[in-house]
């Protein structure tokens, strides 16, 4: 977002983020139409994700841009990879049993499963009620972090650094998971921005 080679005001940039965030939110929930709610769910596949973050990665997550972006993001990494997402959310399912409930996946949850429950939880910020798209999210979140924390025990001890890396993994699914928790509560509340 620099203008003539120039870095922008911050206070601009955030400003930029939070009314995209806004007007976006507000028009998929104004809608009745389910082809503009359509589009709004793939909206990174036409804009590209580079482009989404550079409006809203950088955002707090407790806030309305970062959530869209955790969101998004979420969606993405299910869509590039479908088979990982669904093998650690089955591997997890089985120790995260409530989780799995309220992130409503299909069972077995294979990767054209997952893919489509990814939809379905953008497709509720729009549809439904937005704190219930971030806790189904947040839940999936817990379910894959717990799978892949599991499957990182299978290479504990021969695979030291795939271990690792799923372990990390894992920890950063539980944050993201908890500050989409967060997000849901600041919009039942009205704080959400």
């Not at 007007?23 to 909206?43: E, F, I, K, S």
């Not at 990390?168 to 998971?177: D, F, R, V, Y």
């Amino acid at each position: 977002m620099d203008i003539e080679g120039q870095a922008p005001d911050p206070a601009d940039v955030r400003e930029v983020a939070h009314e995209t965030a806004a007007v976006l939110v507000g028009a998929g929930r104004a809608t009745d139409d389910p082809q503009v709610r359509t589009r709004l769910v793939h909206l990174v596949d036409e804009l590209g994700l580079s482009t989404v973050a550079e409006l809203w990665a950088a955002r707090p997550a407790a806030t309305l841009p970062g959530a869209l972006w955790r969101l998004y993001t979420l969606r993405e990494w299910v869509h590039r990879d479908p088979v990982g997402a669904s093998t650690d959310y089955d591997a997890g399912m089985r120790h995260a049993d409530v989780s799995h409930a309220v992130a409503g996946a299909a069972e077995p949850p294979g990767p054209e499963e997952i893919k489509r429950l990814g939809d379905e939880i953008l497709r509720g910020v729009f549809e439904g009620d937005l704190a219930v798209a971030l806790e189904r999210a947040a839940a999936f979140c817990r379910v894959v972090s717990v799978g892949r924390a599991h499957r990182a025990d299978d290479h504990d001890g021969h695979d030291e650094p795939r271990a690792e890396a799923a372990t990390h993994s894992a920890s950063a699914l539980i944050g993201t998971a908890s500050d989409l928790q967060r997000c849901a509560q600041l919009w039942r509340v009205g704080h959400l921005e």
